[in-house]
């Protein structure tokens, strides 16, 4: 299968390119923190849209192409099927679900930023079919599995683009998807718009696909680990049970989380992070009052060196790593009774440079 959800956007923009580009909404007057709840909120919204094309792309076994019919139309039939069950312009007529063409439309403007019109449908059997007296397209029910996306960070870039990062599981398998979001050209024509953006880029990273199984001692009892290899933009890359273990990006590094399985508590925290000269100092410094100490090299080669203080019932231990050309300091923590901490130290020892 490939695994990567490339640029769609080249092959209409060129013929329906509007003469101003669409920005994003600008937010600078509203203050930091309501700013970032603002974003936060518009990358959720868009969460539908990734998905259907991320799972198109899975199901078809290539990259995403807004120029194929089959593809458009794949993705637009996922999309209309998870959201449009409920709108009222919508019904579920003899087991198949009817979208006004107008409805069809929006979907289209938010899943294709060089969207400018519906292409023809796929000749042959398909799951979606227009029908004429309706002016609308039937969307039958279509046997995907199940998928979750889950926003990560997004980003506002100079031109006022969007850069999403979301983490995104189907079939078992976890993907790390990156979006690049623009202002969506028609909201002006909708008169209840549910996206605020527009696609223009959406692309299944291969940083999670590479997976394997191995027998680990968890909880002190050795257990069957799935695992997949998240490669970081700091230049390392490490192994992480991505069933127990939730990953996320941000501007001060990568968060590696445990979680409770039951009560979904957060457990055990692993933060990785570039290190300066400043940083590497103060590390090292630390050892002079540190309750423990301890020091390894890795089988990449990396050193490693920690230390280890535990105040209020909660336990910090900070890494230094180094070798390679590579300088990360990495902080875990774990509360009083919280669990994960033999996965995220396994997951720090797989280090290797990226």
């Not at 990259?63 to 019904?91: I, K, M, N, V």
């Not at 079939?171 to 623009?182: D, I, K, Q």
């Amino acid at each position: 299968m490939r695994r990567l959800l490339a640029v769609w956007m080249a092959l209409l923009f060129a013929l329906c390119a509007p003469s101003v580009q669409a920005q994003a909404p600008d937010t600078r007057t509203e203050a930091p923190d309501a700013q970032a709840e603002a974003l936060d909120a518009d990358v959720a919204a868009m969460s539908p849209v990734l998905e259907a094309l991320a799972c198109a792309s899975l199901m078809l076994e290539r990259d995403g192409d807004a120029g194929d019919p089959a593809f458009f139309w794949t993705a637009l039939g996922l999309l209309a099927e998870r959201t449009c069950a409920d709108d009222p312009l919508c019904a579920l007529v003899d087991g198949e679900l009817r979208v006004p063409r107008q409805k069809m439309q929006e979907l289209a403007s938010a899943a294709f930023s060089a969207y400018s019109d519906l292409l023809p449908l796929p000749a042959g059997d398909f799951f979606v079919r227009y029908d004429e007296a309706w002016d609308a397209y039937f969307v039958a029910p279509l046997d995907a599995d199940g998928a979750a996306v889950e926003p990560v960070i997004g980003r506002v870039q100079p031109n006022g683009t969007i850069d999403a990062e979301l983490a995104f599981r189907a079939g078992g398998t976890s993907y790390a998807l990156r979006a690049v979001l623009t202002g969506n050209r028609y909201l002006d024509g909708i008169a209840d718009p549910a996206y605020p953006y527009a696609v223009a880029m959406a692309e299944l990273q291969p940083d999670v696909e590479q997976r394997r199984t191995r027998e680990a001692v968890v909880g002190g009892t050795v257990q069957t680990v799935d695992e997949a290899r998240f490669v970081s933009t700091c230049g390392y890359a490490l192994w992480f049970d991505d069933s127990r273990l939730t990953r996320a990006t941000g501007e001060d590094g990568d968060r590696f989380r445990c979680l409770d399985p039951e009560t979904g508590a957060p457990g055990a925290e692993l933060t990785i992070a570039p290190a300066d000269a400043a940083r590497e100092t103060e590390l090292l410094g630390r050892a002079m009052d540190a309750a423990q100490t301890g020091e390894a090299v890795l089988d990449s080669g990396l050193r490693c060196r920690w230390t280890e203080t535990s105040a209020g019932g909660r336990t910090v231990r900070r890494y230094l790593i180094q070798g390679c050309g590579l300088s990360l300091e990495a902080t875990l923590t774990q509360p009083a009774g919280a669990e994960g901490a033999d996965l995220l130290v396994d997951a720090l020892l797989s280090m290797e440079p990226a």
